[in-house]
């Protein structure tokens, strides 16, 4: 029996964690930076915010790795550190984790197109395969592909991540289209759950770009592609500025309001994306295992 | 095969444009016309696809490579002096952010409609933006914002440009998903773009204005 297999084993949906980059701002992260680098800067803070996770209940917390790639860091100094940075955030979540949840590494996308060849299959293929075999190496439980738009670079960061004989988790991010049900690329949940599967992933899913109650529809249209489980983490609505300071409409309570919906849909896995926090995964648990 | 059908398999992405381009200017068309009513009007039919949100970002860049070959096989045939451009344009991802896609995208779209544009990259300092726009004779900065965090960094541009009496001279444009229309206004900008199709209109627009403002003088 593979972990997948496991967590799902007594049939109740898995909680996973919230928003990284919202929570990593809150403790001062300066802009301008790619946050992941605090992995080897600030370990300690990164690691409160691991722990906010777990203490909350979430069985699964991801790693500061979203953007830590060589291609991310082209031209930077950082580059050179790639297989630090993927370790450190490893370790740092495992020891946030203990043996009270699993850690699955964060693979986010290169930020380039394959479209207009700015990058070549090949490229990508190697800038993944660095980041999953450090996460791996670093004993990482799991890989989650997450917030991509490109079903080719999806596909090949699958193919990367599978290599390390962990269970990799394919999320597309779907911000667009009149129904804001299809990736920026014009990708619907049906392709990508058929694309993705094919490719091997062992869990299908949805993050960001879209709050919690858009996110019910495309649930639905990626259970019905797909035999594999279906991971959902959505935002805590679309950020607005005010005052100058970021707000997310959706409260904790708004959002899980819409759990039951999303599991009727078909999802197996659920936490948040942007704007959630340890207080959305918090009032997810109550709603799911009630007090 | 004349601009008209060209402009059409430019708005379908087909690639036959290429060999119809190649036959057209072998047929004698005139390569201005090929070059205006055919691929940058198939450009312009993509862009109205793209708005209403039956083509995607795939469709818009597969366009946009598509419309760059054609426009290579046209151009040894341009007229001397025909090619002017609509105006100068400096480009780029504000301080504080790091997203690269968005503003890239517009200007390749601000390229292919004929202004020069100056890219200056991601995360950079609100004076080094007026400093190229200076150094290239920019009428317009574009401002790329993806994380409503540096939505401050777009209002420190309008403020210097404002502060060293340049306003008149050089007009701000934002886009990103952290921006709109209402946040450009709150922060004195002179115009706002929802994506690379919106920002050759409002760059078309501005360039307008400002030409018939000095026409006027």
Redesign the interface.
């Known amino acids: 029996m593979n972990l997948i297999e496991k967590l799902l084993e007594k049939g109740r949906p898995v909680v996973l964690d919230g928003a990284w980059g919202t929570e990593l701002q809150a403790k001062g992260i300066p802009t301008g930076i790619n946050p992941d680098t605090w992995n080897l800067s600030e370990p300690d803070l990164v690691c409160e915010v691991a722990r906010s996770y777990v203490d909350a209940g979430s069985q699964i917390i991801l790693t500061n790795t979203f953007r830590a790639n060589r291609i991310a860091f082209l031209n930077q100094p950082e580059a050179e550190q790639i297989e630090a940075i993927n370790k450190a955030g490893v370790e740092i979540s495992k020891r946030a984790a203990g043996d009270r949840a699993h850690v699955f590494a964060s693979i986010g996308p290169s930020g380039k197109f394959l479209v207009t060849k700015q990058v070549t299959k090949e490229g990508l293929l190697q800038n993944f395969a660095e980041q999953a075999q450090a996460q791996a190496s670093a004993g990482a439980d799991g890989i989650v592909i997450e917030t991509m738009g490109d079903i080719e670079e999806a596909k090949l960061a699958v193919q990367a991540a599978k290599a390390t004989g962990l269970p990799v988790v394919a999320c597309m991010v779907y911000d667009s289209g009149k129904k804001k049900d299809r990736t920026m690329m014009g990708i619907s949940p049906t392709q990508a759950a058929e694309a993705l599967t094919e490719a091997g992933a062992d869990v299908i899913g949805a993050n960001c770009g879209n709050g919690i109650e858009g996110y019910i529809p495309i649930c639905e249209s990626l259970s019905k592609a797909t035999h594999l489980p279906i991971w959902i983490k959505a935002n805590a609505g679309i950020p607005d500025l005010v005052g100058g300071k970021v707000i997310y409409r959706t409260t904790p309570e708004e959002f899980v309001d819409h759990i039951p919906a999303l599991l009727e849909a078909g999802a197996s896995f659920v936490g948040g994306c942007c704007g959630t926090s340890p207080d959305f995964i918090r009032a997810v648990c109550t709603k799911l295992r009630g007090n | 095969m004349g601009a008209e059908e060209i402009a059409k398999l430019i708005e379908a992405v087909d690639e036959t444009a290429t060999e119809a381009v190649s036959g057209a200017l072998a047929a004698g068309e005139d390569p201005v016309r090929l070059l205006k009513e055919g691929v940058v009007e198939g450009l312009r039919l993509i862009g109205v696809k793209f708005e209403e ?1 039956e ?5 818009l ?2 366009g ?2 598509l419309a760059e070959r054609c426009i290579e096989l046209i151009d040894p045939h341009m007229p001397p002096n025909s090619v002017t451009t609509r105006g100068v344009i400096v480009i780029g991802a504000v ?7 968005g503003y890239s995208l517009v200007a ?1 779209q601000l390229e292919l409609a004929g202004f020069e544009v100056h890219q200056m990259g991601v ?1 950079v300092a609100p004076m080094s933006f007026i400093d190229k726009a200076q150094e290239v004779g920019a009428g317009i900065i574009g401002l790329s914002a993806f ?7 777009c209002r420190d541009v309008v403020d210097y440009i404002r502060d060293m009496g340049l306003s008149d001279t050089l007009k701000v444009i934002i886009g990103g998903t ?1 921006t709109s229309q209402e ?1 450009a206004d709150e922060i004195g900008a002179q115009g706002w773009a929802a994506n690379a199709v919106e920002a050759v209109s409002l760059c078309e627009r501005l360039t307008e204005v400002e030409q018939a403002a000095t026409q006027n003088l």
């Open positions: 949100e083509y995607f970002l795939a469709e860049m597969m946009a490579k301080e504080g952010d790091l997203h690269d896609l390749k995360n994380l409503v965090t540096t939505v401050p960094s952290a946040r």
